[in-house]
């Protein structure tokens, strides 16, 4: 909760942290990372420096840009889970 206030704040220093990022990180190949209960300071700095590098790769011009990206990934994998399940 704490890292969406400070992304409202500063879209542009500080990345949203929750399992949606979490899960398309994971699927992309990324480093995985502890639940978000369980961050501490040293470990979002590590999180927040994957997003922006995430959005100097893809071009992108705000970490919120890197969060809607993941989110779609997030939603598209569950898209697909769930089209397997239900088959």
């Known amino acids: ?16 942290m929750n399992k ?3 899960t398309s990180l994971k699927e992309l190949g990324f480093p995985e990372f502890p639940l978000p209960q369980s961050f501490d ?3 979002y700095a590590k999180y927040n420096q994957v997003i922006t590098d995430l959005a100097g790769w893809c071009g992108f011009q705000s970490l919120g840009q890197v969060d809607q990206f993941l989110n779609y ?7 697909r889970q769930t089209k ?4």
């Open 1 to 16: 909760m704490l890292t969406e206030a400070m992304h409202t704040w500063n879209p542009a220093r500080y990345a949203a």
């Open 20 to 22: 949606n990022p979490l």
């Open 41 to 43: 300071g040293a470990t």
């Open 73 to 79: 990934v997030y939603w598209k994998l569950k898209k």
């Open 84 to 87: 397997k399940t239900a088959a």
